[in-house]
């Protein structure tokens, strides 16, 4: 079975009806969701948290592309909101380590969705603090980046071990 037709469930369970007050949207956007393994980005909060059972494990703070979020077009420098199969963790020259993102889905690619060559990251090789960037400023092409070489690292190790969902809101 398909990993994303798994978090079906989960996308259903956090569903809000349309007359949802404003504190129960909050709430939403703020919690992992209910069941399995999810790396679940908060465009919000711009932080990942690998969330295991409902239950987050870390929260990462973390930097989207630098339009924002909601990636429609190849060259919008948008992040991608939605839910995706991540890829193997690979070495990366220009990042250190480099989690392939499986954008856009199949409907989003027939609805005129487009893009490639996306992931999560972590900071750019060949600069030293304070001159790259850091998670404080939104400077991807549309990918996800961490802070540093560690936090990626963690991000990686969660995906190997339990092969989870990406939910990008």
């Not at 990366?92 to 989690?99: K, N």
């Amino acid at each position: 079975m398909h990993r994303l037709a798994l978090l079906t469930p989960i996308l259903l369970a956090i569903a809000l009806p349309a007359d949802a007050r404003p504190e129960e949207i909050d709430q939403s956007l703020s919690a992992c969701p209910p069941g399995g393994d999810v790396v679940a980005v908060f465009t919000r909060k711009r932080e990942i948290w690998l969330c295991r059972d409902g239950v987050d494990t870390a929260r990462i703070p973390i930097a989207l592309g630098r339009g924002g979020a909601g990636k429609r077009r190849a060259g919008d420098n948008r992040t991608p909101v939605g839910a995706y199969a991540l890829g193997e963790p690979r070495p990366s020259r220009q990042y250190g380590l480099f989690i392939p993102i499986d954008y856009p889905t199949r409907e989003q690619a027939r609805s005129g969705h487009s893009g490639a060559g996306l992931g999560i990251h972590g900071p750019p090789r060949g600069q030293e603090e304070p001159a790259y960037p850091t998670t404080a400023v939104d400077w991807t092409l549309g990918c996800v980046a961490t802070g540093t070489d560690r936090d990626v690292e963690a991000v990686a190790a969660f995906v190997r071990r339990y092969r989870p969902t990406l939910l990008v809101r």
